[in-house]
C-alpha cells in the first residue's frame, strides 16, 4: 500500500492551535508539534464507527480490554517491552502526567531536576506544584564528532544537582525535545546509577519514542531497564507520531506497584478520564497502522535531510541533524540580531521561539508537513 504524504488537509478554518497563531498573516505556522499531515484511514475509520454507533457515554479506561491489549501489543512489536496490562496507567496528555508525577513524589519545596532547553509545559511543571526546578543543561556529546554531533545531558551537573537530598524528581525527554537525541544504554545506565544512588524518581517523557530517524538508533524505555523498573514512570501515547493529539490520549508505563499507587492517587480527582475516542484511535494506531507508520518515517527522513542541508547553507544558521522527532533546533546566534523569532516572522515564517525553550538565540522548526510546504519555508529564510 502506498500513503500520499504530499496532499494535506488544509487546517486554516479549523481553529487549529497551530494555524490560529498568525491567522490573517502571510506567515507559515511552523511552531506547535503536531504534523499536518492526515490521519491513517484506520484510525478514522475507528473514530467514524463510534460516531455512527451513536453513544458516547462513559467508558472507564481501564475497562477498554483492547486498547490496552493494543499498548501491550506495540511496546513488545516495537520496542521489545514484554509489560503487563495492570502497568498501564491512562492519562489525557503527557503534560497532566508530569505534572502528576511532580505531586506524586515531591512535597512542597523540593526540587525537580530537568534538563534544558526542553519544551515550555515542562519547564513550568516544577513551579505549578510548588516545587524548585532545577535545570541541567544540554551539551554537544564530546564522542560523537564533527561530521555526526548530537547533544547529550550534562552529566556532571546532573551528578552533582542530584546529590542535593531536597532533589526528588528527574523529568527526562528521551527523545529529547528540542534537540531530537535518543539517548543511548550507556547513558540510560548513567541516569539510572544516578538517580538511584540519590533516591530520585525518574519520570520519563517518551511521546517521541516511535519517530526515530536515524539509522541504527533504537529507543530504550526507561522502563524497560532492569535497572530502572522499580524507579520511573514512562510517559507514551500515540498522539504525536498517529497525529491523534487533538484527542488528549496518553498513557504511563510503571511497573512498579508502590510507584503506581502513589501516581493514580495523585491524579484521583483532578485528572479527568481518557475519553472514548482517543481510546479508540489509539487502540487503532498501535494494531492496524504499522505500515503507514512506517511510510511517515521514510517522509520524514527525506524531510530532515533536505531542511538540515539547506538551513546549515544559510548564512547565520546552523543545526545539528534530529535523531529523532519531526522538530530541527536550529542555531541562529550567528545572525547577530536581537530577536530571531522576529527575523523568521519577517521572513514568513513562525517557528517555535527559542526563549519559551530558555535558549533565545534558537528557534524550533516543525518540518512534520507536506515537502511543499517545507520548501516554501526554507525558500522564505533563504531570502
Request: net charge negative.
Amino acid at each position: 500500500m502506498t500513503f500520499n504524504f504530499d496532499e494535506t488537509p488544509s487546517r486554516k478554518d479549523t481553529f487549529s492551535f497551530k494555524w490560529q497563531k498568525y491567522k490573517g498573516t502571510d506567515i507559515i505556522p511552523s511552531w506547535v508539534a503536531d504534523t499536518e499531515f492526515r490521519c491513517a484511514e484506520p484510525i478514522l475509520d475507528a473514530l467514524s464507527a463510534h460516531v455512527e454507533h451513536g453513544n458516547l457515554g462513559y467508558i472507564l479506561p481501564a475497562h477498554h480490554g483492547d486498547a490496552i491489549n493494543a499498548v501491550v501489543r506495540w511496546l513488545n512489536d516495537k520496542h521489545n517491552w514484554a509489560i503487563e496490562p495492570e502497568w498501564v496507567v491512562w492519562t489525557p496528555g503527557v503534560v497532566p502526567a508530569f505534572n502528576v508525577a511532580c505531586k506524586a513524589f515531591c512535597e512542597a519545596g523540593d526540587k525537580v531536576l530537568i534538563q534544558t532547553p526542553n519544551y515550555p509545559p515542562l519547564l513550568a511543571a516544577p513551579a505549578l506544584n510548588d516545587l524548585e526546578r532545577v535545570d541541567i543543561g544540554t551539551v554537544l556529546d564530546p564522542h560523537s564528532g564533527s561530521d555526526n554531533p548530537r547533544y547529550t545531558l550534562d552529566f556532571d551537573a546532573l551528578e552533582k544537582s542530584a546529590a542535593d537530598p531536597k532533589c526528588k524528581l528527574f523529568i527526562l525527554c528521551n527523545p529529547m525535545n528540542p534537540v531530537g537525541s535518543v539517548l543511548s544504554k550507556a547513558e540510560l545506565d548513567r541516569i539510572a546509577d544516578i538517580c538511584n544512588r540519590n533516591n530520585v524518581r525518574l519520570c520519563s517523557d517518551e511521546i517521541h519514542c516511535d519517530l526515530i530517524l536515524e539509522p541504527g538508533k533504537s529507543h530504550i524505555p526507561a522502563g524497560r531497564e532492569a535497572n530502572l523498573a522499580d524507579n520511573s514512570v514512562t510517559l507514551m501515547a500515540a498522539s504525536k507520531t498517529f497525529n491523534v493529539a487533538g484527542l488528549g490520549t496518553s498513557f504511563a508505563i510503571i511497573p512498579n506497584a508502590t510507584l503506581r499507587r502513589q501516581f493514580t492517587q495523585s491524579a484521583a480527582g483532578i485528572v479527568p478520564w481518557v475519553n472514548v475516542m482517543g481510546l479508540a484511535a489509539t487502540q487503532a494506531a498501535f494494531t492496524q497502522c504499522d505500515d503507514w507508520h512506517q511510510a511517515q518515517l521514510a517522509y520524514l527522513r527525506e524531510n530532515r535531510e533536505m531542511l538540515h542541508t539547506r538551513i546549515n547553507a544559510i548564512d547565520g544558521l546552523s543545526m545539528v541533524k534530529p535523531e529523532a522527532t519531526f522538530l530541527a533546533w536550529v542555531d541562529a546566534s550567528g545572525l547577530d540580531v536581537d530577536n530571531v523569532l522576529l527575523w523568521a516572522e519577517e521572513k514568513g515564517v513562525g517557528p517555535s521561539p527559542g526563549a519559551d525553550f530558555h535558549k533565545a538565540d534558537h528557534f524550533r522548526i516543525n518540518f512534520g508537513c507536506s515537502r511543499a510546504m517545507l520548501e516554501e519555508i526554507l525558500a522564505r529564510l533563504e531570502k
